[in-house]
Nanobody
């Protein structure tokens, strides 16, 4: 049974940083593209970042470019999301996902078929 478990969410002040982790079991991350999505209350799920297969390629949503970094450790079956310069609009539940996207579909949530349960990130004073 495939499980993805996110951790590292929490409360942070504007301008702060957080590092999210997503650990996989029952799955070999090296065989999958990995991504982070987020969903704020009342909004659609939004693409954040993706790392294809062995990590040679990264893709970011426009709203997080230059502030967030995705990385992966296939040996540990873990993907990370380093978030800096956080703003209140980054407040959301963050989900990791695994799938086999092609380049043109890497930002589409329908491409990914394994999902974690999500971790809450709240940016506020």
């Amino acid at each position: 049974q495939v499980q993805l478990v996110e951790s590292g969410g929490g409360f942070v002040q504007p301008g702060g940083s957080l590092r999210l982790s997503c650990a996989g079991s029952g799955i070999a991350f090296s065989d999958y593209g990995l991504a982070w999505f987020r969903q704020a209350p009342g909004k659609d799920r939004e693409f954040v970042a993706a790392s294809r297969y062995r990590g040679a390629y990264a893709n970011y949503g426009d709203s997080v470019k230059g502030r967030f970094t995705i990385s992966r450790d296939n040996a540990k079956n873990t993907v990370y999301l380093e978030m800096s310069s956080l703003a209140p609009e980054d407040t959301a539940v963050y989900y990791c996902a695994a799938g086999r996207p092609i380049l043109s579909t890497v930002q589409q949530s329908s491409t990914y078929y394994h999902w974690g349960q999500g971790t809450q990130v709240t940016v506020s004073t």
